[in-house]
C-alpha cells in the first residue's frame, strides 16, 4: 500500500489494509495517543490521551511552553517513535501494524523531517546542493528541481559549499530544501523550530516556502515554533500543554478543547482568576457553562 504515490481522493483500501476507517484525507490521525519514556526506574509521561486530525493540505503551527511534548509529538508523527499507546495513522497508514521496514519506506516517500538541530539533518561533507539531491534518492532525481529549492532557500550561490560550512541559519535553510526535496515533494512535512537561527527575512522565506508547498503541492506540514509570524502565517494552530491537545485555533481565534473525559485546560491567562488548583462551580447555560471561582 504505502508504495503507491498517493494524494488526495479516494485511497483503494482491502479487508486486510492497515488503513484508517476515517476520512481518506487525513493526513494525521492521533487516537489516544500516549508516550511514555522510561529511563531506569523513571518513567516520564510527555504525552497522555492526545486526539488529533490533520487534514491534507493543512498547515499547523505546534505551540506550547517547553517540556509541553510538542517535540514528541513532531517524533511520533515522524515515525521515529512509535506510540506507546492510542493508534497513530500517517497517511492513511496505521503506524503500529507497519514493520520497521514498511514504516522506513514511508518515512523515505512521505514524510520530510527539518529536526531541531539543523546539521543532523544534513551530510556534512556533501556540498549543498548534493545535500538536497540525495534526498531525492527514493525516486529519479531532478536537477532542475535541486536548483529551484536552493533558489527558493536563498542559497543559490552556496550549492557548492558543504553543509558543515555553512553558518547555523544557513542550515536550516538548507535542511528546510532537503526536506522538501524528498521524494520531490513531501506529503507531510514536519519542522521542529525551523526559523529560530534566522533573520526576519530569512524566516519569512521559510513561512512562504512552507505555505507554497502547501498549495501547489498539497503538502501537509506541522511546525513547532515559538514564532509568532510562523503561526500568525499558518491555517491552524494546536496548543499542547502538559502532553495534552489544550487549545486549537483557527483565524485568530483560540478555542479550548474539551478531552476525552471532559477535562479542559483553563488557559495561563486566566490563571489568576481561577488559579490551578482552585475549586470553581459549575453553572449551566443553554449553550455551555460557566465556572466560577469557589469563595474560600
Ligand atoms: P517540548 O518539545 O514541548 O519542549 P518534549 O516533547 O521535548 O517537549 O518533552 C516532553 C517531556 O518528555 C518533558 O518532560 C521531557 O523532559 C520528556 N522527555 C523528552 N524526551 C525524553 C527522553 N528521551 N527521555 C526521557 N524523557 C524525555
Redesign the pocket.
Known amino acids: 500500500m504505502i508504495d503507491e504515490p498517493w494524494r488526495g481522493g479516494e485511497r483503494p483500501t482491502s479487508p486486510t489494509s492497515p488503513t484508517s476507517p476515517t476520512s481518506p484525507t487525513s493526513m494525521v490521525r492521533c487516537d489516544g495517543v500516549v508516550?511514555i519514556?522510561?529511563?531506569r526506574d523513571?518513567e516520564?509521561?510527555?504525552?497522555r490521551d492526545v486526539d488529533l486530525v490533520i487534514d491534507a493540505g493543512e498547515t499547523v503551527a505546534l505551540l506550547?511552553?517547553?517540556?509541553?511534548?510538542?517535540?514528541?509529538?513532531?517524533?511520533l508523527l515522524a515515525g521515529l517513535l512509535r506510540p506507546s499507546a492510542g493508534r497513530l495513522w500517517l497517511d492513511g497508514v496505521e503506524v503500529g501494524r507497519l514493520d520497521q521496514r514498511r514504516l522506513d519506506r514511508l518515512r523515505a516517500r512521505r514524510i520530510g523531517t527539518v529536526l531541531q538541530n539543523p546539521a543532523r539533518n544534513l551530510i556534512g561533507y556533501l556540498p549543498a546542493a548534493q545535500n538536497v539531491a540525495f534526498a531525492q534518492r527514493a525516486v529519479r532525481r531532478d536537477r532542475g528541481r535541486v536548483r529551484e529549492l536552493l533558489r527558493r532557500v536563498g542559497l543559490d550561490d552556496a550549492g557548492n559549499r558543504p553543509a558543515n560550512r555553512m553558518s547555523g541559519g544557513e542550515q536550516q535553510r538548507l535542511a528546510l530544501a532537503v526536506a522538501l526535496a524528498l521524494a520531490n515533494a513531501p506529503a507531510l512535512l514536519l519542522a521542529?523550530e525551523p526559523t529560530s537561527q534566522l533573520d526576519a527575512a530569512s524566516g519569512a522565506r521559510v513561512i512562504e516556502l512552507i505555505k507554497h508547498a502547501a498549495q501547489a503541492d498539497g503538502t501537509t506540514a506541522v511546525v513547532?515554533t515559538h514564532d509568532v509570524a510562523v503561526s500568525e502565517a499558518l491555517s491552524r494552530t494546536v496548543t499542547?500543554r502538559d502532553?495534552r491537545v489544550g487549545s486549537e485555533g483557527r483565524r485568530g481565534e483560540d478555542l479550548v478543547v474539551v478531552g476525552r473525559e471532559g477535562a479542559v485546560q483553563v488557559p495561563p491567562e486566566f490563571h489568576h482568576l481561577l488559579p490551578p488548583g482552585s475549586m470553581a462551580r459549575i453553572e449551566p447555560l443553554d449553550d455551555g457553562i460557566v465556572l466560577r471561582r469557589a469563595g474560600s
Open positions: 508516550q519514556y522510561r529511563a523513571v516520564v509521561v510527555a504525552l506550547g511552553p517547553s517540556g509541553a511534548g510538542k517535540s514528541t509529538l513532531l517524533w521542529d513547532v499542547i502532553g
